[in-house]
């Protein structure tokens, strides 16, 4: 997976990273990461409630991250996933752009909506996100 600039692009490669070799992290890394990416808690939250420096939340949030980074260039399993998710928009992204072109036709016209389309639409994007009918 290449590095991003958009920032909800890079929560969301952290997060799966997380999953994937969160694990392989010391047991500090692992807990701050999970408190700052998962819990949107910021470096001092996290620091007033371990007792430590805001400095220390942020060097094991860098460096927990650096190693998820290294552990995928070396294993790469989240990347192939990554691609094969992107090459059938099933990104967090992709899902998000289904959603919102629906939510768009229903608010253009309310007045005319069919349920039954609407439904159909809304199962093939629910679908999409059950294991057994992702990418393989």
């Given at each position: 997976?290449?590095?991003?600039?958009?920032?909800?692009?890079?929560?969301?490669?952290?997060?799966?990273?997380?999953?994937?070799?969160?694990?392989l992290l010391t047991e500090r890394q692992l807990t701050f990461l999970?408190?700052?990416?998962?819990?949107?808690?910021?470096?001092?939250?996290?620091?007033?409630?371990?007792?430590?420096?805001?400095?220390?939340?942020?060097?094991?949030?860098?460096?927990?991250?650096?190693?998820?980074?290294?552990?995928?260039?070396?294993?790469?399993?989240?990347?192939?996933?990554?691609?094969?998710?992107?090459?059938?928009?099933?990104?967090?992204?992709?899902?998000?752009?289904?959603?919102?072109?629906?939510?768009?036709?229903?608010?253009?016209?309310?007045?005319?909506?069919d349920l039954r389309v609407i439904l159909r639409e809304l199962k093939?994007?629910?679908?999409?996100?059950?294991?057994?009918?992702?990418?393989?």
């Amino acid at each position: 997976m290449a590095k991003s600039t958009m920032p909800e692009v890079r929560h969301h490669e952290v997060c799966l990273l997380l999953d994937a070799y969160g694990s392989l992290l010391t047991e500090r890394q692992l807990t701050f990461l999970r408190h700052y990416y998962e819990e949107d808690l910021t470096f001092g939250e996290i620091a007033t409630d371990y007792g430590v420096s805001r400095q220390a939340v942020f060097d094991a949030v860098k460096h927990g991250a650096e190693g998820l980074e290294q552990f995928e260039e070396a294993l790469g399993l989240v990347g192939s996933g990554w691609s094969a998710w992107e090459a059938v928009d099933q990104t967090p992204q992709g899902l998000s752009r289904s959603l919102g072109k629906i939510c768009e036709r229903i608010e253009g016209r309310s007045d005319q909506v069919d349920l039954r389309v609407i439904l159909r639409e809304l199962k093939v994007v629910v679908r999409s996100l059950e294991p057994e009918s992702g990418v393989d």
